[in-house]
């Protein structure tokens, strides 16, 4: 049984398919895993209609438009929670068949035991790579803004402090600081926020968007957004 070390290095010399949300620590571990390895494509999954990804409700269309930034095939596949395992191990599947030998996602806190990632990645015959697993929350956050990626926040819980106006803001070092001080964890863990990257250094180019309307839904709140 694995207690997980071999994850932080798992992509270094491998092919690898990347989970992807379009936010921050998945675009961070992409980040580091093609420092190392050979990234093959990016899986995203969609809530049933396809309209919207199952992981930060993204458009799809804005999702292509960080891949193509990126240089990268996308993966994707629409499903309900119900078959969710089943449609991912396809998509696993086929990324394999393409040459990946490894699953790279951004999940920091993942227990090292009964990990969800781990047995679908070896039930399709990968490996798991998790390059910031167990790395500090706030220390994530800062390396991430060092780099040079460029990040909106895009999705609040109102019930875990975070308020309306933090929505559209960009992830600084200053806003870091205002997130700890409020309580809140600089990486959003806790399920406070999520974010989409729009510029970095693995970007040939910005995703150029248009901050829209605010939508509530119950204890959440989300800001779409639009290409421009």
């Not at 990126?70 to 991912?88: K, N």
């Not at 040459?99 to 990645?121: I, N, Q, R, S, Y």
Request: glycine share 10%; aromatic share 8%.
């Amino acid at each position: 049984m694995t207690d997980g070390t071999e994850w932080k290095t798992n992509a270094r010399g491998r092919k690898f398919i990347a989970s992807f949300s379009g936010g921050k620590d998945s675009v961070l571990a992409l980040y580091k895993a093609m420092k190392v390895g050979e990234a093959v494509g990016l899986i995203v999954m969609l809530e049933e209609e396809g309209e919207r990804s199952r992981s930060h409700g993204m458009p799809p269309e804005l999702i292509r438009a960080q891949a193509t930034s990126i240089g990268l095939p996308v993966y994707t596949a629409a499903s309900s929670w119900e078959d969710y395992e089943e449609v991912f191990m396809s998509l696993l599947k086929k990324a394999k068949n393409q040459g990946a030998e490894v699953l790279v996602t951004g999940d920091l806190d993942t227990p090292a035991h009964g990990c969800w990632h781990d047995k679908v990645a070896k039930n399709a015959g990968l490996k798991l790579g998790m390059p910031l697993w167990e790395m500090d929350h706030r220390e994530t956050v800062e390396e991430f803004i060092n780099l040079g990626f460029q990040t909106i926040l895009v999705t609040v819980n109102l019930s875990l402090g975070m308020r309306e106006d933090d929505l559209g803001r960009t992830l600084t070092h200053e806003y870091v600081q205002e997130l700890v001080a409020r309580g809140i964890d600089p990486c959003g863990e806790g399920g406070e926020f999520h974010t989409t990257v729009i510029d970095g250094p693995i970007f040939k180019q910005p995703i150029p968007v248009r901050k829209c309307e605010i939508l509530r839904d119950g204890e959440y709140a989300f800001m779409r957004l639009e290409l421009l």
